[in-house]
């Protein structure tokens, strides 16, 4: 009568392979993963600033992005900044608000570490009406992986580029 199954040296060979695959895949999963939330980040914080440049041609009148307890990381609200300090304040009109997903850190230089405002032509200008521009850096999670740069222009138009970060910015 013949035997089915497996013999234990066949079951640990088995094993064996299948933890050597496991130990080659898992890294490569966890490094996709991370360049898909700094992907999404991108998407979410393009697409904020766009909506944001359309909202002031719409309205004809300035709008206003800024980082929500001043870190670009958590957060960012989209509003009609009717003081003109260039911070959200009650009583003023929330447009939106969105949070990143889980990034190292979001940078920003310049004004820009606290607003993006554009007026009503879709361009971006600081809160004196002075021209505004500058880049946001966005840390991967992981420090091997690129990062990546959202450079915004005098016109409010941006562009994304891909590359190592400043260890500066990705303490």
């Excluded at 695959?21 to 979410?44: K, W």
């Excluded at 440049?53 to 509003?79: C, H, K, Y």
């Excluded at 606290?114 to 992981?142: I, S």
């Amino acid at each position: 009568m013949p035997t089915q199954g497996f013999t234990l040296l066949e079951l640990l060979a088995a094993i064996a392979l299948t933890a050597i695959l496991l130990a080659i895949a898992i890294p490569g999963v966890g490094a996709a993963i991370d360049r898909q939330r700094l992907d999404s980040s991108i998407s979410y914080l393009t697409g904020s600033l766009n909506a944001a440049r359309q909202e002031a041609i719409l309205r004809n009148r300035p709008v206003t992005l800024a980082p929500i307890d001043g870190d670009w990381s958590q957060g960012w609200q989209m509003f009609l900044d009717s003081n003109n300090n260039g911070r959200y304040d009650s009583g003023e009109q929330l447009l939106r608000e969105l949070k990143p997903s889980r990034v190292r850190g979001i940078h920003a230089n310049g004004v820009l570490a606290q607003y993006v405002r554009f007026n009503a032509l879709g361009e971006t200008e600081m809160l004196n009406g002075g021209f505004l521009a500058g880049t946001f850096r966005l840390c991967p999670a992981r420090s091997e992986l690129e990062g990546r740069r959202v450079i915004l222009n005098r016109v409010g138009r941006h562009r994304v580029e891909r590359g190592q970060i400043e260890a500066q910015y990705c303490p």
